[in-house]
């Protein structure tokens, strides 16, 4: 889903250099925002670690979803034993199996057989052999189809509310890519400000000395200009120590080397506000992840009530079975067989155990707790859209206001250069002038980013941050 798409961009001059690297080095690798996502997609060790609990996870539910697959085990085994004197010596070879399977109705089937040969030194080898089935069904405790499938529907459940996690992990961890990635830019941008800002002091520096060489100008006006300077390049060498301080933030949030030179790119088109509150809403009940997942613990919660309701019934079960056995005394002796049959209806009725209640009414308590905890979480939701939605709105009217009060202070500051060489303005007044516009360039970057970053967190307070980026939940081994 792109909720941008469809929508008239607003146009707004961006002071953000369309390419700039570290001014202090060689400019790194050229990078757009969709690539850094695509880099931490790729190396981020957190985005690894999620989805290689993705491997454990999806064979948690294969296992449960086995559950009414017949199980098989073989067991052979050879054994010997004897004695002294006229004690013979015995060998024993024994092969013995069973399967085994329980049935969504709650019933379990099993089927054993067993086959032994004995030898000695002076008795023909015998053989015993044979087989038993048997049956046994719940009919109140322990039996239904929905009782019996609970545990496979949760686990199903439970892998909904993983993938949900790991698009919750990707969703946290994306966005703090853009951020820091947007904390870089604003960082390259207000190290530009302050050099052009060094640069208009040093302007003024040497206007003052042909003013004063032309006696147009006291030389102790000079003071005021020259700290002008001195705390402008103070300012600069701030500027440049923040800016390698965002590239490492930005790194550790790629889970890049640290020595990676990146060269950010940003287009010059600021988006408007995406949509309205209902629609915001709407979005953020379809996506939320933490939403969804309370969702469907809920769910859990009402199968846990249900299970729990019927441990608490009497314990009734229909059982029976049919065996026979064989055997045989050496290869040509006689051999034997006899069959037997069994069936029984088994009641079993509890008096006086409390505890049988406990975990029904504990689930019960669990589900109207949840019931609670979704209606409040709603409302919260309801309110991060609206809070996020008026913040969105608000910062960019503060852009519009940011700029045009960059525009008239650079009209100001030019005036008053021209005022100052006409000897009809001071020192004193244009610095102030030009402080002002360096607070004016500062004021509407940070607007813009601020904006920027206050509508990846409105993506994300809706759950669109991954739809947003064209990012897919994959799979991978």
């Known amino acids: 889903m ?9 146009m707004i001059i961006l002071l953000i250099i369309v390419q700039v690297g570290p001014v202090w080095g060689d400019e790194g690798k050229p990078v757009t925002l969709a690539d850094c996502i695509a880099i931490a997609l790729r190396e981020n060790r957190t985005i690894r670690n999620a989805y290689l609990s993705r491997v454990a996870q999806k064979y948690d539910l294969r296992v449960a979803e086995d559950k009414f697959t017949p199980k098989a085990q073989v067991t052979p085994s050879v054994g010997g034993s004897g004695g002294t004197g006229t004690t013979p010596s015995n060998a024993v070879t024994d092969l013995s199996g069973t399967i085994s399977q329980k049935l969504p109705t709650g019933a379990s089937i099993n089927l054993s057989a067993q086959h032994d040969i004995t030898s000695s030194e002076r008795i023909r080898p ?19 189809i929905n ?16 993938i949900l996690s790991l698009k919750s992990t990707l969703m946290s961890t994306l966005s703090s890519v853009v951020t820091s990635y947007r904390s870089y830019i604003q960082s390259i941008r207000a190290l530009e400000i302050s050099r052009q800002s060094l640069e208009r002091s040093r302007d003024l520096v040497n206007t003052n000395r042909e003013l004063i060489a032309a006696g147009r100008m006291a030389a102790i006006e000079m003071i005021q200009s020259e700290a002008s300077v001195a705390q402008n390049e103070f300012s600069l060498l701030s500027a440049e120590n923040a800016v390698d301080a965002a590239r490492l933030t930005l790194t550790k949030a790629l889970d890049i080397d640290k ?9 010059k088109e600021i988006p408007p506000v995406p949509f309205k509150l209902e629609e915001g809403k709407k979005l953020a009940f379809e996506n939320r992840p933490d939403y969804l997942s309370s969702l469907l613990s809920y769910e859990s919660s009402k199968i846990q009530l249900a299970v729990t309701k019927n ?8 059982s029976g079975g049919y065996g026979n056995s064989y055997t045989r005394e050496g290869a040509a002796g006689s051999e034997s067989s006899s069959g037997n049959w069994n069936t029984s209806l088994k009641l079993t009725i509890p008096i006086g155990d409390l505890s049988i209640e406990q975990g029904y009414i504990s689930a019960k308590i669990a589900l109207q707790k949840m019931e609670n905890d979704l209606a409040r979480q709603r409302e919260n939701i309801e309110i991060e ?12 009217r503060q852009i519009k206001l940011a700029t045009q009060s960059r525009v008239l202070t650079e009209k100001k500051v030019e005036i008053e250069t021209e005022k100052l060489k006409a000897g009809r303005s001071t020192n004193f007044q244009l610095v102030s002038f030009q402080n002002d516009l360096v607070n004016s360039q500062n004021s509407e970057l940070g607007a813009i980013i601020t904006y920027l970053n206050t509508l990846t967190a409105l993506e994300n307070t809706v759950g669109i941050t991954l739809d947003r980026w064209g990012v897919l939940l994959e799979e991978r081994n």
């Open 2 to 10: 792109t909720v941008y798409s469809g929508r008239q961009s607003i």
């Open 126 to 144: 015998a053989r015993n052999f044979g087989w038993n089935a048997t049956l046994t069904q719940p009919l109140l405790k322990g039996g239904g």
């Open 147 to 162: 009782i019996n499938t609970a545990s496979v529907t949760t686990a199903r459940i439970s892998e909904q509310s993983n």
């Open 311 to 318: 441990s608490t019934l009497w314990d009734l079960s229909l």
């Open 385 to 396: 859209v609206q809070n996020d939605l008026r913040n969105a709105e608000m910062n960019l």
């Open 259 to 267: 020595n990676t030179k990146l060269s950010p790119i940003e287009g």
